[in-house]
T-cell receptor, first 116, second 111 residues
Protein backbone atom coordinates (compact mmCIF):
# COMPACT_ATOMS: atom_id res chain seq x y z
CA UNK A 1 0.00 0.00 0.00
CA UNK A 2 0.91 3.64 -0.21
CA UNK A 3 3.04 5.24 2.48
CA UNK A 4 2.27 8.33 4.47
CA UNK A 5 4.90 9.53 6.90
CA UNK A 6 4.60 11.94 9.79
CA UNK A 7 7.39 13.76 11.53
CA UNK A 8 8.11 14.02 14.36
CA UNK A 9 6.54 10.93 15.87
CA UNK A 10 6.89 12.39 19.35
CA UNK A 11 7.51 15.93 20.49
CA UNK A 12 7.62 17.57 23.90
CA UNK A 13 7.51 21.32 24.13
CA UNK A 14 7.07 24.08 26.66
CA UNK A 15 3.83 25.94 27.05
CA UNK A 16 3.66 28.97 24.76
CA UNK A 17 5.88 27.61 22.03
CA UNK A 18 4.82 26.55 18.55
CA UNK A 19 5.22 23.08 17.13
CA UNK A 20 5.17 22.01 13.48
CA UNK A 21 4.13 18.52 12.41
CA UNK A 22 4.80 17.33 8.88
CA UNK A 23 2.76 14.87 6.83
CA UNK A 24 4.30 13.49 3.66
CA UNK A 25 2.94 11.15 1.03
CA UNK A 26 6.07 9.25 0.04
CA UNK A 27 5.03 7.46 -3.14
CA UNK A 28 2.04 9.36 -4.46
CA UNK A 29 0.76 12.88 -4.87
CA UNK A 30 -2.06 13.97 -2.63
CA UNK A 31 -4.14 17.00 -3.50
CA UNK A 32 -6.12 16.50 -0.31
CA UNK A 33 -4.94 15.62 3.17
CA UNK A 34 -6.87 15.46 6.41
CA UNK A 35 -5.73 16.23 9.95
CA UNK A 36 -7.18 14.48 12.99
CA UNK A 37 -6.67 14.79 16.72
CA UNK A 38 -7.14 11.96 19.17
CA UNK A 39 -7.28 12.22 22.95
CA UNK A 40 -6.63 9.15 25.15
CA UNK A 41 -9.33 6.49 24.93
CA UNK A 42 -11.29 8.56 22.42
CA UNK A 43 -11.92 8.30 18.70
CA UNK A 44 -10.26 10.36 16.01
CA UNK A 45 -11.71 13.81 15.60
CA UNK A 46 -11.37 15.51 12.25
CA UNK A 47 -9.78 18.94 12.56
CA UNK A 48 -9.43 20.13 9.01
CA UNK A 49 -9.18 19.30 5.34
CA UNK A 50 -6.00 20.45 3.67
CA UNK A 51 -6.04 21.18 -0.06
CA UNK A 52 -2.89 21.76 -2.07
CA UNK A 53 -2.56 25.36 -3.11
CA UNK A 54 -5.56 26.65 -1.23
CA UNK A 55 -6.72 27.41 2.28
CA UNK A 56 -7.62 24.59 4.59
CA UNK A 57 -11.21 23.92 5.55
CA UNK A 58 -11.62 23.68 9.31
CA UNK A 59 -14.25 21.71 11.19
CA UNK A 60 -16.59 23.53 13.50
CA UNK A 61 -14.96 24.44 16.78
CA UNK A 62 -11.38 24.16 15.54
CA UNK A 63 -9.47 27.44 15.77
CA UNK A 64 -7.80 28.12 12.46
CA UNK A 65 -5.46 30.70 13.96
CA UNK A 66 -4.22 28.21 16.51
CA UNK A 67 -3.86 25.24 14.20
CA UNK A 68 -2.18 26.53 11.08
CA UNK A 69 -2.26 24.21 8.10
CA UNK A 70 -0.13 24.62 5.00
CA UNK A 71 -0.33 22.32 1.98
CA UNK A 72 2.33 23.87 -0.21
CA UNK A 73 3.10 20.86 -2.36
CA UNK A 74 1.41 17.69 -3.56
CA UNK A 75 3.38 15.58 -1.11
CA UNK A 76 3.56 17.71 2.01
CA UNK A 77 1.09 19.20 4.44
CA UNK A 78 2.10 20.77 7.74
CA UNK A 79 0.16 21.41 10.92
CA UNK A 80 1.52 24.07 13.25
CA UNK A 81 0.16 24.23 16.76
CA UNK A 82 0.77 27.84 17.77
CA UNK A 83 1.26 28.96 21.35
CA UNK A 84 0.73 25.44 22.56
CA UNK A 85 -0.79 24.78 25.96
CA UNK A 86 -1.09 21.56 27.98
CA UNK A 87 -4.65 21.02 26.73
CA UNK A 88 -3.24 20.77 23.20
CA UNK A 89 -1.38 17.63 24.22
CA UNK A 90 -2.79 14.93 21.97
CA UNK A 91 -2.11 12.41 19.23
CA UNK A 92 -2.23 14.14 15.83
CA UNK A 93 -2.82 11.99 12.76
CA UNK A 94 -2.88 12.88 9.10
CA UNK A 95 -4.31 11.04 6.14
CA UNK A 96 -3.72 11.56 2.45
CA UNK A 97 -6.11 10.96 -0.41
CA UNK A 98 -4.35 8.98 -3.10
CA UNK A 99 -6.94 9.05 -5.86
CA UNK A 100 -10.21 10.88 -6.28
CA UNK A 101 -11.81 8.12 -8.34
CA UNK A 102 -11.22 5.39 -5.77
CA UNK A 103 -11.24 7.40 -2.59
CA UNK A 104 -8.18 5.59 -1.29
CA UNK A 105 -7.05 7.16 1.97
CA UNK A 106 -3.82 6.32 3.75
CA UNK A 107 -2.93 7.34 7.27
CA UNK A 108 0.32 8.44 8.82
CA UNK A 109 1.75 6.87 11.95
CA UNK A 110 0.65 9.77 14.11
CA UNK A 111 2.53 12.40 16.12
CA UNK A 112 2.24 12.54 19.88
CA UNK A 113 2.49 16.07 21.23
CA UNK A 114 3.09 16.70 24.91
CA UNK A 115 2.99 20.29 26.11
CA UNK A 116 4.53 20.90 29.53
CA UNK B 1 -21.32 13.14 12.43
CA UNK B 2 -20.66 9.42 12.31
CA UNK B 3 -23.51 7.48 10.75
CA UNK B 4 -22.68 4.08 12.19
CA UNK B 5 -23.32 2.25 15.45
CA UNK B 6 -20.95 -0.36 16.83
CA UNK B 7 -20.70 -2.20 20.15
CA UNK B 8 -18.06 -0.53 22.31
CA UNK B 9 -16.12 -3.71 23.03
CA UNK B 10 -15.86 -7.37 22.16
CA UNK B 11 -13.70 -10.31 23.14
CA UNK B 12 -12.65 -13.23 21.03
CA UNK B 13 -10.46 -16.27 21.62
CA UNK B 14 -7.28 -16.60 19.63
CA UNK B 15 -7.76 -18.79 16.57
CA UNK B 16 -11.50 -18.24 16.46
CA UNK B 17 -13.39 -16.08 14.01
CA UNK B 18 -14.09 -12.56 15.21
CA UNK B 19 -17.37 -11.12 13.96
CA UNK B 20 -17.74 -7.38 14.37
CA UNK B 21 -21.19 -5.91 13.69
CA UNK B 22 -22.02 -2.43 12.45
CA UNK B 23 -25.36 -0.71 11.96
CA UNK B 24 -25.69 1.95 9.30
CA UNK B 25 -29.43 2.26 8.83
CA UNK B 26 -29.26 5.70 7.18
CA UNK B 27 -26.74 4.72 4.52
CA UNK B 28 -27.52 6.18 1.13
CA UNK B 29 -27.45 4.30 -2.13
CA UNK B 30 -24.04 5.46 -3.29
CA UNK B 31 -22.24 5.23 0.03
CA UNK B 32 -19.74 2.50 0.69
CA UNK B 33 -19.01 0.74 3.97
CA UNK B 34 -15.37 1.03 5.02
CA UNK B 35 -13.57 -0.71 7.85
CA UNK B 36 -10.38 0.56 9.45
CA UNK B 37 -8.58 -0.54 12.57
CA UNK B 38 -6.26 1.24 14.93
CA UNK B 39 -3.69 -0.54 17.00
CA UNK B 40 -2.67 1.36 20.09
CA UNK B 41 -0.71 4.55 19.37
CA UNK B 42 -0.63 4.00 15.63
CA UNK B 43 -2.48 5.51 12.69
CA UNK B 44 -5.58 3.74 11.37
CA UNK B 45 -5.07 0.89 8.93
CA UNK B 46 -7.42 0.19 6.04
CA UNK B 47 -9.02 -3.26 6.12
CA UNK B 48 -11.74 -3.56 3.52
CA UNK B 49 -14.65 -1.77 1.91
CA UNK B 50 -17.79 -2.70 -0.02
CA UNK B 51 -21.00 -1.40 -1.54
CA UNK B 52 -23.55 -4.23 -1.47
CA UNK B 53 -21.79 -7.45 -2.37
CA UNK B 54 -19.79 -9.42 0.13
CA UNK B 55 -16.08 -8.76 -0.11
CA UNK B 56 -13.03 -10.72 0.94
CA UNK B 57 -9.35 -9.92 0.97
CA UNK B 58 -6.26 -11.25 2.72
CA UNK B 59 -7.21 -9.55 5.96
CA UNK B 60 -10.93 -10.04 6.36
CA UNK B 61 -14.37 -10.61 4.91
CA UNK B 62 -17.17 -8.07 4.79
CA UNK B 63 -20.76 -9.22 4.83
CA UNK B 64 -23.36 -6.58 3.98
CA UNK B 65 -27.05 -7.29 4.48
CA UNK B 66 -29.36 -7.11 1.50
CA UNK B 67 -31.00 -3.92 2.73
CA UNK B 68 -27.49 -2.49 3.41
CA UNK B 69 -28.54 -1.29 6.84
CA UNK B 70 -25.91 -3.36 8.61
CA UNK B 71 -22.72 -5.23 7.99
CA UNK B 72 -20.30 -7.60 9.69
CA UNK B 73 -16.54 -7.66 9.50
CA UNK B 74 -15.14 -11.14 9.90
CA UNK B 75 -11.57 -11.90 10.91
CA UNK B 76 -11.50 -15.62 10.15
CA UNK B 77 -8.70 -16.73 12.46
CA UNK B 78 -8.03 -14.01 14.99
CA UNK B 79 -4.54 -13.61 16.41
CA UNK B 80 -3.28 -11.57 19.33
CA UNK B 81 -2.05 -8.97 16.86
CA UNK B 82 -5.64 -8.33 15.81
CA UNK B 83 -6.33 -6.66 19.15
CA UNK B 84 -7.29 -3.12 18.14
CA UNK B 85 -10.14 -0.65 17.83
CA UNK B 86 -12.17 -1.36 14.70
CA UNK B 87 -14.03 1.44 12.97
CA UNK B 88 -16.93 1.06 10.57
CA UNK B 89 -17.43 4.13 8.38
CA UNK B 90 -19.77 4.98 5.54
CA UNK B 91 -18.70 7.38 2.85
CA UNK B 92 -18.80 8.01 -0.85
CA UNK B 93 -16.21 6.14 -2.89
CA UNK B 94 -15.19 8.97 -5.12
CA UNK B 95 -14.14 12.46 -4.37
CA UNK B 96 -12.42 13.98 -1.42
CA UNK B 97 -15.03 13.12 1.14
CA UNK B 98 -13.62 13.02 4.62
CA UNK B 99 -13.68 10.00 6.90
CA UNK B 100 -15.70 10.64 10.03
CA UNK B 101 -14.87 8.21 12.82
CA UNK B 102 -17.35 6.97 15.39
CA UNK B 103 -16.34 5.33 18.65
CA UNK B 104 -15.53 1.98 17.11
CA UNK B 105 -15.34 -1.44 18.72
CA UNK B 106 -12.43 -2.32 20.96
CA UNK B 107 -11.66 -5.93 20.06
CA UNK B 108 -9.55 -7.92 22.47
CA UNK B 109 -8.16 -11.26 21.36
CA UNK B 110 -7.52 -13.52 24.31
CA UNK B 111 -4.94 -16.32 24.32
Amino acid sequence: GAVVSQHPSRVICKSGTSVKIECRSLDFQATTMFWYRQFPKQSLMLMATSNEGSKATYEQGVEKDKFLINHASLTLSTLTVTSAHPEDSSFYICSALKALNTGELFFGEGSRLTVL
Amino acid sequence: DAKTTQPPSMDCAEGRAANLPCNHSTISGNEYVYWYRQIHSQGPQYIIHGLKNNETNEMASLIITEDRKSSTLILPHATLRDTAVYYCIVRLLQGAQKLVFGQGTRLTINP
